[in-house]
C-alpha cells in the first residue's frame, strides 16, 4: 500500500515541554528574531537558560522574542549584530558578556540563501553566503571560545566549559544544484565544526552540528504553503511531514545539556529521514 503524504496543514500534537535541563546557564543564539533561531532562543530560555537574541534587522521581531521568553518567566536581551563584521561580533560577545556574566552555550544559527544558477552567480552573491553563512559561524565562535577559556567549567551549571552548536543543513552531505554557495557554505560548517571539535575537546569546550532538513520557516515558503508543494516536498522525507522550528529547538537543548556531554563532532540531522535519500526507496 502507498503512503500518502501528510496534509500540508495537519496540526500536531502539542509536545511536552523540554525538562529544565539548563538552569542557570547563559546562551546566545544569532539570527534569533525569526524562524529556528526564534524557536532555539524559546526552547533553551523554556530549558532554564538566559538567552541574547541576536538580530541584523528585525529589531522589533527579536524584541517580541525577548518578551515572548518574559512572559513564561525567563531572561533575555536583544542584541544587534551583523554576523559577517567582525567588530560587531567582537561587540556583541562583549555586550552579551556584560549583560549576563558569562556566555555558556553558542548557536550560530545566523544564515541566508542568494540563489542562481552558477554560470549566472555574482561573486556579491557568492560572498554574501560564504561570509554569513561560514565566516560569520567562526567569527561567533572564536570569540565565545575566548569566554569558555577564560571562566573555566562552571561546575554548578554544567559538566563542560562551553557548549557551540552549529547550525548546519541536511546540505552538508546532499548536493544542491542551484545553491552552490549555500551547500558550500554548510558543507564548510561540517568541517570546521569537526575541527574546531577535535581541536577544543581538552578545554571541555564540546563542538557539535544541527543538520535541519525541511523546515516551516519563512525562508522556505514557497516549498510547504500550498498542498501541492507540500505533497511535492513529502517525496524527500520518509516521515512525511515537515519539521516545525521546535524540532530544531529540542535538538538543541539536548546538545547544550549534560545529558550530551559525551557528544562532539557530530552532525544531528533533524530532518524526518531526508538524509536516507528517499528516492532510492524503491531500488532508485
Known amino acids: 500500500m502507498t503512503t500518502q503524504p501528510t496534509t500540508f496543514n495537519t496540526d500536531l500534537p502539542k509536545r511536552r515541554p523540554m525538562p529544565d535541563l539548563l538552569s542557570g546557564q547563559k546562551a546566545l543564539v544569532t539570527g534569533a528574531n525569526s524562524?529556528?533561531?526564534?524557536?532555539?532562543?524559546?526552547?533553551?530560555?523554556?530549558?532554564?537558560?538566559?538567552?541574547?537574541?541576536?538580530?541584523?534587522?528585525g529589531e522589533e521581531a527579536a524584541q517580541k522574542v525577548v518578551a515572548e521568553i518574559e512572559a513564561e518567566g525567563g531572561r533575555a536581551h536583544a542584541v544587534y549584530a551583523d554576523v559577517s563584521s567582525e567588530d560587531d561580533v567582537k561587540t556583541m560577545m562583549a555586550s552579551a558578556i556584560e549583560t549576563m556574566g558569562t556566555i555558556d552555550i553558542l548557536v550560530p544559527n545566523a544564515g541566508l540563501q542568494r540563489d542562481a544558477a552558477a554560470v549566472d552567480m555574482t561573486?556579491?552573491?557568492?560572498?554574501?553566503?560564504?561570509?554569513?553563512?561560514?565566516?560569520?559561524?567562526?567569527?561567533?565562535i572564536r570569540e565565545a571560545v575566548k569566554e569558555f577559556n577564560r571562566r573555566g567549567v562552571r561546575t554548578d551549571v554544567s559538566v563542560a566549559a562551553g557548549k557551540v552548536i552549529c547550525m548546519s543543513s541536511v546540505h552538508e552531505v546532499i548536493a544542491w544544484a542551484g545553491h552552490i554557495n549555500y551547500a558550500a557554505s554548510k558543507g564548510g560548517v561540517h568541517m570546521m565544526m569537526q575541527s574546531l571539535a577535535q581541536e577544543l575537546a581538552p578545554q571541555r569546550i564540546r563542538v557539535n552540528a544541527i543538520g535541519p532538513g525541511a523546515i516551516r520557516t519563512p525562508i522556505n515558503t514557497q516549498a510547504w504553503n500550498t498542498e501541492a508543494a507540500y505533497a511535492d516536498l513529502m517525496r524527500l522525507v520518509p516521515y512525511?511531514?515537515?519539521?516545525?522550528?521546535?524540532?530544531?529547538?529540542?535538538?538543541?537543548?539536548?546538545?547544550?545539556?549534560?545529558?550530551?556531554?559525551?557528544?562532539?563532532?557530530?552532525?544531528?540531522?533533524?530532518?524526518?529521514?531526508?538524509?536516507?535519500?528517499?528516492?532510492?526507496?524503491?531500488?532508485g
Open 35 to 57: 524562524g529556528i533561531g526564534r524557536a532555539v532562543a524559546i526552547g533553551l530560555a523554556r530549558a532554564g537558560a538566559e538567552v541574547a537574541v541576536n538580530y541584523v534587522v
Open 240 to 283: 512525511k511531514r515537515i519539521g516545525e522550528p521546535e524540532d530544531i529547538a529540542n535538538a538543541a537543548v539536548f546538545l547544550a545539556s549534560d545529558m550530551a556531554d559525551y557528544i562532539n563532532g557530530i552532525t544531528l540531522f533533524v530532518d524526518g529521514g531526508m538524509t536516507c535519500y528517499p528516492g532510492f526507496a524503491t531500488g
Open 123 to 140: 561573486l556579491e552573491q557568492w560572498n554574501k553566503v560564504i561570509s554569513v553563512n561560514l565566516t560569520g559561524q567562526f567569527l561567533c
